[in-house]
């Protein structure tokens, strides 16, 4: 029996003390972790150029802001291109170009920005790209209140420590493209669900009805998140929680409309209220998925706003229609793309941590980041051919560091004191050790990194038997490329690159090789080599495959030496 001694002694002023003292090294490990990852986005991204995807990016989320016009916004919704852009509003930056209207000036645009910012090209994008890593450090902080609400404040800092240390999330989650806003996306809309039935209030529902509001104006792959948050939002609760009662269904359908009616406010604001009820007539989608509007009666109004309807058109058009895709070597969509990618991009202990978290979670955890996580991923590799890296799944991957913190503190808590308790602790630690070591040693090659399967994390690796495109080559080694010319008084230097960002705003000195494969130095990117190359469908560099190359630029670009 505990006496009023024990009492004073856990509640009285050193009691008082140690919680605290617990709490501010809390707090000093999450602002520590999110330090960290912030530090090596920002310098990995500094010796990183423009990648392919970011180069129209930027000028179409530049082009809305500076406009006003909501047509600028095609293939994706605003939040993080508009975010990205919003340092550019107080820079010299010049572009002048017309609205854009389909998918080939999305490339167009970008082409423009370029042409009209030669100068400080680089600069203007690191701008950019540091509201994205802030984004990216609040990311991390969904990813702590996440596997906080559902493990404990422990379970929260593994979860922090494998989402800061994860090079697939510091490849992509300073990029100015719109994969890291999908997955702040998901992570919101779960953590205000979540929030919300502990508090069964109307307070509560708002911060839940923002999270949605995420879903369709991040990126339209995140509308993935949507049915599983809809059912969530409407599960009845098996237990009383602090003495409330269950909503009932009725209750249960109203939290639906509130929910459903804060979205369409705020995607209606996102698109600054323009194109609201316009008449299908006006639309003519070439989708087959959006068809269906065709038929709709002109009486009917929609309530979406238009911009947003052409740019979900555009965007299943693309992803609905043939792909280049290459994995293990061979061309073409596969179920098993997705899961390929995280077996050799992702680190070995976080990957065991999340496959024994799947076995070993409570319900809670598999209500609330199993099913979204795996769902997401599930539905992605069966519904788009368009399989370009591992980044087009990053929604999905804060839900499995959580699951992978599920397994570290489910494994603590049933460990035994003494030799038992010693073992795990040594075990997780070592795990902890191993994930922290693979992101050091890939740095700062975070896009093309490999896991030990691939022979990485340190360079070279052979992960082009295995994956290609923005897992390996997405134009980011131009700045490399440049230093090792100098370096190596190199002036005969062919080029044949991916992309649309040209390696002369970074000092690379060439001549373009137009598959003459001319005598000298021949620099290739890796994607062309490999028969990836969807912006000018180039083939000759195939031939180069059977032969390895002279060196390798960070793991984007190869260099062969030609003889007459």
Known sequence: MRTDKDNHSRTGPSGDKGVKSRRHLHVLLIASLLALHFGLLVSSLNQ???????????????????????????????????????????????????????????????????????????????????????????????????????????????????YSLSPAVLAHGGLVTTDLSAAVAGLAMITGIIHYRSKQSLPALIPAGLGFSLVFITKFNALIFLPIGMFLLALPKRVKEEGQESNGPKNRAIDILVVLAISWLVLCASYLFQGLF??????????????????????????????????????????????????????????????????????????????????????????????????????????????????????????????????????????????KRNIVAVLLGLALAWHFAFALLSYPHYIGAFNELAGGP????????????????????????????????????????????????????????????KPGHLAVSANLVLGLDPYVKRKCYTVLKKRGPDEKIGTSVWIYRIKD
């Not at 939040?79 to 080939?104: G, I, M, N």
């Not at 440049?482 to 230097?493: E, F, T, Y």
């Open 48 to 162: 990183t150029s423009v990648t392919a995807d970011e180069a129209s990016h930027l000028a179409i989320g530049y082009g809305f802001l500076e406009s006003g016009d909501a047509e600028w916004l095609i293939l994706n919704p605003p939040l993080q291109r508009s975010l990205a852009a919003l340092p550019l509003l107080f820079q010299s930056v010049e572009f002048d170009a017309p609205t854009p209207e389909k998918t080939a000036d999305f490339w167009h645009r970008g082409h423009g920005f370029m042409a009209s910012n030669l100068e400080n090209y680089h600069g203007i994008f690191m701008s950019a790209r540091s509201m994205v890593c802030l984004l990216s450090c609040f990311a991390g902080l969904l990813v702590y209140t996440l596997g906080r609400q559902v493990l404990g404040a422990g379970g929260g800092l593994v979860s922090l420590f494998f």
């Open 458 to 517: 340190c360079l070279p690796h052979h992960g082009h038997r295995f994956l290609a495109d923005s897992n390996l080559d997405w134009g980011q080694d131009w700045i490399r490329l440049a230093r090792w010319q100098d370096k190596n008084n190199v002036d005969n230097l062919s080029l044949a690159y991916f992309g649309i960002v040209d390696p002369a705003l970074y000092g690379v000195e060439y001549e373009p090789d137009d598959c003459e494969l």
């Open 278 to 419: 316009t008449k299908p007539s006006d639309l003519c989608p070439e989708s087959s998925l959006l068809g269906f509007i065709n038929v709709l009666p002109d009486w009917l109004r929609l309530p979406a706003p238009a911009a947003y309807l052409k740019a979900m058109d555009l965007q299943l058009a693309d992803v609905l229609g043939d792909q280049s895709v290459y994995l293990f070597g061979k061309r073409g969509p596969s179920f098993w793309y997705f899961p390929a990618c995280l077996l050799f991009k992702a680190s070995l202990p976080m990957l065991v941590l999340f496959i024994t978290g799947l076995f070993t979670c409570n319900r809670k955890t598999l209500y609330f980041v199993v099913l979204p996580g795996l769902f997401f991923f599930i539905v992605m590799g069966l519904i788009t051919k368009k399989q370009m890296g591992l980044r087009m799944v990053l929604p999905a991957l804060p839900f499995m560091f959580v699951i992978g913190g599920c397994a570290a503190a489910r494994l603590w808590k049933r460990a035994y004191k003494g030799w």
